[in-house]
């Protein structure tokens, strides 16, 4: 089952949850405790966190809440999940992708904390990080106390790359206003949004349980660490490298980006496109950090583009790819299949929102070259760097 396996011996991070064991939940015991999590919530040796809060808390972990895809991690991507029983604990599974997306007063009712413990891709569009800033504002509402059981960004902790998000385009693939990859880790973040009250309603208090033994520099690659797959389309630790290149691009009709394929965001096609010369042309952009191989989709008969190689330890600005993925994508497709024809206004709408602005949208129906977009991103990029400084853990 996932989240069973076990983690290297040779795992050089020790996440919160680890060290919250080591300490024997001092600063958990004498509260009430619903804990957020899914498959992702494990430990360093690949033991669920919701095993060992009840096993070391016992009756005091009263309840489970999960994300987006299910306490399994197997929901497909917007799929409403109902709520259950946990197999695992026994315990009751309140849903925040069902008929809420944020626990309600009467799912709160008794607790005295919140507990996360999900691991994130580091994304702004991945929704496990709107669950968190959602269940935070509950807990300010409610009174209550949230904790943060922290564990790595898998791209590391100096990729900050992308658009900013503008206000009128807050949603729950948008929810805080970070770069498209932020570089923070969820604690981190947890501590920005009380910081600059980004949320309606800050929790009675915010504990982060910090690790030990991660920097900045290090990927999910260089912890150690093992790996549990977040959501369907992202199996691999170097998944969410594809996922900021080429998941933009799956906002819109006519594409395949590989989802729900042994190669989920790994390719990037449409009907009507040379892959020779688009493969070409990424690489004159792209010399280094990436390599660009001609496709032909078996999957979708007609649709052609490039399959993609990124280089986990690369500086590659993922954002710019993805980018410039959509622009010559689109102005390659055939007329009539381009994928900017095709998309509807619910499409249009959810594109808009991961992206953060109408910006892109506008750029690519007027023909406009992507480059400047990447460039006018510069001054946004600079000044959050500087805003998120004061709630780093990490060096």
């Not at 920097?215 to 690659?221: A, E, L």
């Not at 690489?283 to 190689?309: D, W």
Request: with cysteine; charged share 20%.
């Amino acid at each position: 089952m996932p989240g069973q396996r076990p983690a290297p011996a040779t795992a050089r991070v020790q996440l919160g949850i680890d060290r919250e064991i080591a300490g024997g939940f001092q600063r958990l015991r004498g509260r009430r405790i619903g804990l957020v999590t899914n498959q992702t919530g494990v430990d360093g040796q690949g033991g669920f966190t919701r095993s060992a809060l009840k096993a070391g808390l016992g009756d005091s972990l009263k309840v489970l809440f999960g994300p987006e895809h299910g306490l399994d991690t197997r929901a497909r991507a917007g799929a409403r999940v109902s709520d259950s029983v946990d197999e695992v604990t026994g315990l009751p599974v309140r849903s925040l992708y069902g008929t809420t997306r944020k626990p309600t007063p009467a799912m709160l009712e008794g607790l005295d904390a919140l507990v996360f413990d999900i691991q994130d891709i580091g994304i702004r569009s991945y929704t496990y990080i709107s669950t968190m800033a959602l269940c935070m504002e509950a807990c300010g509402e409610a009174g209550i106390d949230f904790i943060v059981l922290d564990r790595p960004n898998p791209m590391g902790g100096e990729r900050v790359q992308g658009p900013p998000l503008e206000p009128r385009w807050t949603s729950f693939v948008g929810q805080v206003p970070v770069p498209y990859l932020h570089g923070l880790t969820v604690g981190e973040l947890a501590r920005m949004i009380v910081g600059e009250r980004w949320i309606r309603a800050l929790p009675r208090s915010l504990e982060v349980i910090a690790m030990e033994g991660w920097t900045r520099s290090m990927n999910w690659g260089a912890s150690r660490l093992g790996w549990v797959a977040t959501s369907p389309n992202i199996p691999r630790w170097v998944s969410p490298y594809y996922c900021a290149a080429t998941g933009i691009l799956g906002e819109l009709r006519g594409v395949e980006i590989g989802v729900n394929s042994p190669e989920p965001f790994e390719v990037a096609s449409a009907a009507g496109v040379n892959p020779r010369q688009l493969a070409a042309a990424l690489t004159r952009a792209f010399p280094t950090g990436v390599r660009f191989a001609p496709y032909t989709s078996t999957r979708s008969p007609g649709m052609a583009g490039v399959r993609l190689a990124i280089d986990p330890n690369g500086t590659t600005d993922l954002m710019a790819l993805g980018i410039a993925l959509v622009c010559e994508i689109n102005a390659r497709a055939r007329r009539g299949a381009r994928p900017f024809e095709l998309t509807g206004a619910t499409g249009i709408d959810l594109f808009k929102k991961a992206y953060g602005s109408e910006v892109l949208w506008d750029a690519v129906r007027a023909g406009a070259p992507w480059q400047p977009l990447v460039t006018g991103w510069t001054d946004s990029l600079a000044a959050f760097r500087t805003l998120r400084a004061p709630y780093l853990l990490y060096r």
